[in-house]
């Protein structure tokens, strides 16, 4: 799916073999293992063509032939979420300099590389949007209170089906705008179809939404998972949220949840009573205006709108340190 993103941007993109260790099973281990190798040598070749005068890593499993391939280069390593995963702190063995999204990160490393604290990176057109805009180019309704919900590139299908399960009920007092994934578009679809005429218009369902920052611009709450991205999107936005970890994988999303609802600008909530709670939730965070107001400005005061220009001068400067003249691009 990243590739596909990437792509539609016109920016080059190649693929690295590359596999999980942890958490495998030892049948799977000896094929992860053979991956992985593979994946030094496409990294060696890619390097040599490439040519490339600094490094950025992100994480993920696909990150560590790279780091292992190009150990010689300067490089920086990203943190999104607030807790970083395994293959995070396996890459910040070979990391110049580490960029960390919140200060309290900067507990999880023990690296002599430097530490900076720069905030989540963001796409400048996400902050062009106005709330009228947002309405206009969604169709909505201007005297209604919106509620955001999404669940990632792929869904999330207990948050799907939360909503669909209380449709009627969401949309006495909300227009949704609901951001699917593939997942589960038509059973949401299916879903919608079955409201009254009335109730309907005002459920705006998407399978995969390009022009984020309209929906982000007009929402008065959310209801998503925690991935890194709610960490840099809905504070910049100062959106109030209902935050529902992923249960099935690293805690990650757990610890980001309780970051924003630590601080007061989220609730968070078991993926197993969202179903049953999500209507009460949202009728109550909606008519308290105090609170939401609170909530927003909370948000707000973690955000670090220039987080991708405080990136964009740590790699140029590592670059810089390399030796070599760096190129026009």
Request: net charge positive; aromatic share 6%; charged share 20%.
């Amino acid at each position: 799916m990243e590739a596909g993103l990437i792509e539609r941007e016109g920016i080059p993109f190649k693929a690295i073999p590359a596999a999980g260790l942890h958490g495998v099973g030892l049948k799977a281990l000896p094929g992860n293992l053979l991956r992985l190798a593979r994946g030094v040598t496409a990294s060696r070749k890619i390097l040599a063509e490439f040519q490339p005068d600094v490094l950025l890593f992100t994480g993920g499993f696909v990150a560590a032939p790279m780091a292992v391939a190009a150990r010689r280069l300067p490089a920086l390593l990203y943190v999104p979420d607030i807790e970083p995963g395994l293959a995070l702190k396996f890459l910040a063995k070979w990391a110049d300099c580490i960029a960390l999204t919140a200060e309290t990160s900067r507990r999880y490393f023990n690296s002599k590389a430097r530490i900076e604290v720069t905030g989540y990176p963001i796409r400048p057109e996400l902050s062009a949007w106005s709330r009228a805009a947002g309405q206009k180019e969604l169709g909505l309704d201007e005297g209604l209170p919106t509620l955001l919900v999404f669940g990632g590139s792929k869904g999330a299908r207990s948050l799907n089906r939360a909503v669909t399960a209380n449709l009627n009920e969401l949309l006495e007092s909300v227009q949704i705008v609901h951001i699917t994934g593939s997942l589960d578009w038509e059973e949401v679809q299916a879903a919608r179809n079955t409201l009254p005429a009335g109730k309907s218009v005002h459920y705006h369902i998407f399978e995969y939404l390009h022009d984020m920052g309209a929906a982000l611009a007009c929402a008065d709450l959310v209801v998503s998972r925690a991935g890194a991205s709610t960490l840099g999107e809905l504070t910049a936005f100062g959106l109030p949220a209902i935050l529902v970890p992923y249960p099935y994988a690293w805690r990650y999303q757990k610890v980001n949840a309780d970051y924003l609802a630590n601080r007061g600008g989220a609730q968070g909530m078991e993926d197993r009573k969202l179903a049953e709670r999500l209507p009460v939730l949202v009728r109550d965070l909606l008519a308290d205006r105090q609170r939401l107001s609170q909530m927003s400005t909370a948000m707000r005061a973690l955000a670090r709108p220039e987080a991708a220009r405080r990136l964009a001068d740590l790699i140029l400067e590592l670059a810089g340190d390399s030796g070599r003249k760096v190129g026009p691009s």
